[in-house]
């Protein structure tokens, strides 16, 4: 059975940090490209940003391009979003999903998701 399980989630106030992560089991992690999406209240689910496979292609949307950072360890079958400089619009639940390759996980094409971790950035 396949699982994602987010953590990291929580408050902070604008122009902080937080770190999210995304452990995986029942997959095989190498295989797999990664991404995180997120929901805010009364908004569709959006494209965060995604990951290839071997962790060298990355992509972003342009609303966090330059303060979000995926990156992945594959040692641990773990994912990672680093988010700086926080703003209330970041406010949502944010999903881990996984897919077959980068690009199409960036164009929801979606095996897995995770159940998701609510983030809260306060002003």
């Known amino acids: 059975q396949v699982q994602l399980v987010e953590s990291g989630g929580g408050s902070v106030q604008a122009g902080g940090s937080l770190r999210l992560s995304c452990a995986a089991s029942?997959?095989?992690?190498?295989?797999?490209?990664l991404g995180w999406f997120r929901q805010a209240p009364g908004k569709e689910r959006e494209f965060v940003a995604a990951?290839?496979?071997?962790?060298?292609?990355?992509y972003y949307a342009d609303s966090v391009k330059d303060r979000f950072t995926i990156s992945r360890d594959n040692a641990k079958n773990t994912v990672y979003l680093q988010m700086n400089s926080l703003k209330p619009e970041d406010t949502a639940v944010y999903y881990c999903a996984a897919g077959s390759h980068g690009a199409t996980v960036k164009d929801g094409s979606i095996n897995y998701w995770g159940k998701g971790t609510l983030v809260t950035v306060s002003s």
């Open positions: 990951i290839s496979r071997g962790g060298l292609s990355t």
């Open positions: 029942g997959l095989t992690f190498i295989s797999n490209a």
